[in-house]
Antibody
Framework: QVQLVQSGAEVKRPGASVKVSCKTS????????VHWVRQAPGQGLEFMGW????????NYAQKFQGRVTLTRDMSTSTVYMELSSLTPDDTADYYC?????????WGQGTRVTVSS | DIVMTQSPDSLAVFLGERATINCKSS????????????LAWFQQKPGQPPKALFS???TRESGVPDRFSGSGSGTDFTLTISRLQAEDVAVYYC????????FGQGTKVEIK
């Protein structure tokens, strides 16, 4: 079955970067876009960007342009999301999703806490 | 960007009664090329990722109970829970995928 398994919780200082992994299985890795969505505590869902693993193409929401980088490792079917210049407002749960037009499958989420 | 607006922000319903959530998009999410509405509904319970309930506005995901239904077209959509069960307590989100990806702000459903 389709699975997306994310890396564990992170605590970072303001100004640092964080890199979250999303290991996929159960489907052809190169055939589906992987999107990232975040959710601040008690808040709604926010699209961050996507990567197409077949060719590495990426697209980022304007809000995160210049701060987020999505990459992939074809040998392990893993996608990475790196967010830089962290502030306390980046404290959130970060989710990867397999996109098949809509978000059919989700990772379990990774809590990133930014605090001094 | 297409803005998605849900109403109400929260609602409390008696067990066994109907719950209705509305979602309005700032532009039509109906694509003329295939006559499909590019709209999904998600359910999120505390501490869990969202779970897809419906795609294409009204196509129920496998395993979703039939007391859930999705309807609407163009800019106005509805998620209905015909007979609320305790396990349906959650936050519900609509999302458009017609142009980029945007979510509604969420509707919290509780038991009265």
């Amino acid at each position: 079955q389709v699975q997306l398994v994310q890396s564990g919780a992170e605590v970072k200082r303001p100004g640092a970067s964080v890199k979250v992994s999303c290991k996929t299985s159960g489907y052809p890795f190169t055939d589906y876009y992987v999107h990232w969505v975040r959710q601040a505590p008690g808040q709604g869902l926010e699209f961050m960007g996507w990567i197409y693993p077949k060719n590495g193409d990426t697209n980022y929401a304007q809000k995160f342009q210049g701060r987020v980088t999505l990459t992939r490792d074809m040998s392990t079917s893993t996608v990475y999301m790196e967010l830089s210049s962290l502030t306390p407002d980046d404290t959130a749960d970060y989710y990867c999703t397999r996109e098949n037009w809509y978000y059919a499958n989700w990772g379990q989420g990774t809590r990133v806490t930014v605090s001094s | 960007d297409i803005v998605m607006t849900q109403s109400p922000d929260s609602l409390a319903v008696f067990l066994g009664e109907r719950a209705t959530i509305n979602c309005k998009s700032s532009q039509s999410v109906l694509h003329s090329s295939d006559n499909r509405n590019y709209l999904a509904w998600f359910q999120q319970k505390p501490g869990q990722p969202p779970k897809a309930l419906f795609s294409w506005a009204s196509t129920r995901e496998s395993g979703v109970p039939d007391r859930f239904s999705g309807s609407g077209s163009g800019t106005d959509f509805t998620l209905t829970i015909s007979r609320l069960q305790a396990e349906d307590v959650a936050v519900y989100y609509c999302q458009q995928y017609r142009s980029g990806r945007t979510f509604g702000q969420g509707t919290k459903v509780e038991i009265k």
